[in-house]
């Protein structure tokens, strides 16, 4: 198993461009979701997604759109980046059930340059 | 609104002695806490969990201890070991969402 994949490791946008971060993964889990990571706030969650075809906000939804056409893939969207997106974003998956709590496998991270 | 704070930015301990990581949180109607290690350029890992409704779960070296009445939880790691040192985050649980502290970076000096 490859587990959580992120594709690209490293990206430099300037203000107004677009572009997908890609997410998969091979464990078959149901739950998936996107967080960035910024100095001394942790990890914010962005959307994330209980099922092909589900999708809901987080926290920082702003800017950022996603779909979820498949178990395995999971991309984030920047429609028009801007430098306030400039961050480190890391996706997960984790499986979905009921009477407990269930790990969340993250990605190693796509680090995002806006300028 | 921060509703998971760890309030200290780092943590410095010699190797066999106990690392003590500290976390409050606001959101009474979260129902797991958990832990999470880091190192640089990896994505963060899971290290342990508890449940709301208990006060104390051991994994090894790592025991959490969950005080509900402070909304307090700590992370034990005893003894500390030089490969501990990383970046650890705190995290609650409040159904499909999970939030996360700013994270406490330890460093275990051998």
Redesign the interface.
């Known amino acids: 198993n490859a587990g959580v994949t992120q594709t690209p490791k490293f990206q430099v946008l300037k203000t107004g461009q677009s572009m997908t971060l890609q997410c998969a993964q091979d464990m078959n889990h149901e739950y998936m979701s996107w967080y960035r990571q910024d100095p001394g706030m942790g990890l914010r969650l962005i959307h994330y997604s209980v099922g092909a075809g589900i999708t809901d906000q987080g926290e920082v939804p702003n800017g950022y759109n996603v779909s979820r056409s498949t178990t395995e893939d999971f991309p984030l969207r920047l429609l028009s980046a801007a430098p306030s997106q400039t961050s480190v974003y890391f996706c997960a998956s984790r499986i979905t059930g009921q009477g407990g709590y269930y790990e969340q496998y993250f990605g190693p991270g796509t680090r995002l340059t806006v300028t | 609104d921060q509703q ?1 704070k ?1 309030n200290s ?1 780092s943590l410095s301990v010699q190797e066999g002695r106990i690392s003590i990581l500290n976390c409050d949180y606001t959101n009474s109607m979260f ?2 806490f ?1 832990w999470y290690k880091k190192y640089p ?6 290290l342990i ?1 508890i ?1 709301s409704i208990k006060d104390k779960n051991e994994d090894g070296r790592f025991t959490v201890f969950l005080n509900k009445s402070a909304k307090h939880l700590s992370l034990h790691i005893v003894p500390s070991q030089p490969g501990d040192s990383a970046v650890y ?1 705190c ?1 609650a ?1 409040n159904g ?8 406490t970076i330890l460093r275990v000096k051998s």
Request: net charge negative; hydrophobic share 40%; proline share 8%.
């Open positions: 998971v760890q930015p129902d797991y958990l350029a990896e994505g963060p890992t899971f969990s449940s985050f995290a649980s499909n969402k999970l939030v996360f502290g700013a994270g």
